[in-house]
T-cell receptor, first 114, second 114 residues
Framework: QKEVEQDPGPLSVPEGAIVSLNCTYS??????FMWYRQYSRKGPELLMY????GNKEDGRFTAQVDKSSKYISLFIRDSQPSDSATYLC??????????????FGKGTKLSVIP | DGGITQSPKYLFRKEGQNVTLSCEQN?????MYWYRQDPGQGLRLIYY???????QKGDIAEGYSVSREKKESFPLTVTSAQKNPTAFYLC?????????????FGPGTRLLVL
């Protein structure tokens, strides 16, 4: 079983739809959870960052972490064509555990159709 | 503008040839990283460096080498020992190795084998 599972899609939605992107993981030591957005042929950029369980909202984006289920989500409200990109989840253990490395999901390719 | 630059954008390698990918950052970050991205796979860590003249192997270091002679530069050499080098290579940097430190990515170099 891979440490981080993410459905690669592709996911195609109409403009204005609510998008739900998800990752599951197996390593209970993960404490830091990130979502990166990657446009085609570009480097990833950090979109959302959450520590431990809970929700975090930033504009149209909401990140949720459920550590009991080992499940994280990214919601995009009122999706726009400019949201069309690949979304990568990434996670890491606490620095006290000696694990600095980010473990990435495969990425979900999202297309928002005008 | 502060950021990370990678060159070249595209690189072609012949069989048995070593090639070097450039990564420069002017963010004054201490930590730098090299990742490899293949279609349908998440980013995988090749090497990382916390400070000048020090670097550590990541998950897939075989067939690669790095140097860190200057804080702002972290070149990656893909050696002839790397039998499947075709991939998108991403350089990143952060203030430190702690997982709460955001990693900022460069635009990437696409390496193709002739």
């Amino acid at each position: 079983q891979k440490e981080v599972e993410q459905d690669p899609g592709p996911l195609s939605v109409p403009e204005g739809a609510i998008v739900s992107l998800n990752c599951t993981y197996s390593n209970s030591a993960f404490q830091y959870f990130m979502w990166y957005r990657q446009y085609s042929r570009k480097g990833p950029e950090l979109l959302m960052y959450t520590y431990s369980s809970g929700n975090k909202e930033d504009g149209r984006f909401t990140a949720q972490v459920d550590k009991s289920s080992k499940y994280i989500s990214l919601f995009i409200r009122d999706s726009q064509p400019s949201d069309s990109a690949t979304y990568l989840c990434a996670m890491s253990g606490d620095s006290g555990a000696g694990s600095y490395q980010l473990t990435f999901g495969k990425g979900t390719k999202l297309s928002v159709i005008p | 503008d502060g950021g990370i630059t990678q060159s070249p954008k595209y690189l072609f390698r012949k069989e048995g040839q070593n090639v070097t990918l450039s990564c420069e950052q002017n963010l004054n970050h201490d930590a730098m990283y090299w990742y490899r991205q293949d279609p349908g796979q998440g980013l995988r860590l090749i090497y990382y460096s916390q400070i000048v003249n020090d670097f550590q192997k990541g998950d897939i270091a075989e067939g690669y080498s790095v140097s860190r002679e200057k804080k702002e530069s972290f070149p990656l050499t893909v050696t002839s020992a790397q039998k499947n080098p075709t991939a998108f290579y991403l350089c990143a940097s952060s203030w430190g190795l702690d997982p709460q430190e955001t990693q900022y990515f460069g635009p990437g170099t696409r390496l193709l084998v002739l």
